[in-house]
């Protein structure tokens, strides 16, 4: 079975600066999808970006970019040019690429944005 | 708007008593699921339907059941709440059951049980 591990119940960051939040899985798995979301206080799950593991190139959506290491099966999100609206909790999540692949989500790390 | 609409919102429910969170979806999507988020936990499967007329469980099912009679339609239901099901509580549609899709989520239902 797979496991995604977040290590950082809550991360800090002042407006305009950069943060990165971890994310590591575990899967015997080579051909898989791998998910960052968002979740602010309005409760809403919004899909930030998506990394397929058969390409090397890291995703990038505006100020929010993946550094994806599949041999050290990491994930992790880089936040740029922090803003107030970034403030969420911010969920990794796994999806097998098999035919009937699940979302498997990690326990979240909450960002605080400080002005 | 297109998307999945939940209800209720919320509930404080008494133990004991049976609860069906309802679900639909306009986008006529195969897949649902439902995930309970509970906190340092995130969320976790607690059944799946990959088409219509079919049901499989996840990681939690314990305590739940679901059907799927029609695409759109996915409602869990508690048989007997226990305080241990107080949660949040998604509901989530795929267009595929597989593929690189992420899910499209539901605003969540917060439940007590008292």
């Known amino acids: 079975a797979q496991t995604v591990t977040q290590s950082q119940p809550e991360m800090s960051v002042q407006e305009a600066e950069t943060v990165t939040l971890s994310c590591t899985y575990d899967?015997?798995?080579?051909?898989?999808?791998l998910f960052w979301y968002k979740q602010p206080p309005s409760r809403q799950m919004i899909l930030v970006i998506r990394q397929e593991a058969y390409k090397q190139q890291n995703a990038t959506e505006n100020r929010f970019s993946v550094n994806f290491q599949k041999a050290a099966k990491s994930f992790s999100l880089k936040i740029s040019d922090s803003q107030l609206g970034d403030a969420a909790m911010y969920f990794c999540a796994y999806r097998s690429a098999n035919s009937w692949g699940k979302l498997q989500f990690g326990a979240g790390t909450q960002v605080v944005v400080t002005p | 708007i297109a998307g999945i609409t939940q209800a209720p919102t919320s509930q404080i429910l008494a133990a004991g008593r049976r609860m069906t969170l309802r679900c639909t979806q306009d986008?006529?999507?195969?897949?649902m699921y439902w995930y309970r988020q509970d906190l340092g936990l995130g969320l976790r499967l607690i059944h799946y339907s990959n088409t219509a007329g079919t049901t499989g469980k996840g990681e939690v099912p314990d305590g739940y059941s679901v059907s799927r009679a029609n695409t759109d339609d996915f409602p869990l239901t508690l048989a007997s709440a226990v305080p241990s099901q107080t949660s949040v509580y998604f509901c989530?549609?795929?267009?595929?059951?597989?593929?690189?899709?992420?899910?499209?989520f539901g605003s969540g239902t917060r439940l007590t049980v008292v």
């Open positions: 986008m006529r999507h195969n897949a």
């Open positions: 899967t015997s798995e080579s051909d898989y999808y």
């Open positions: 989530a549609s795929s267009d595929r059951a597989g593929g690189p899709y992420g899910y499209t």
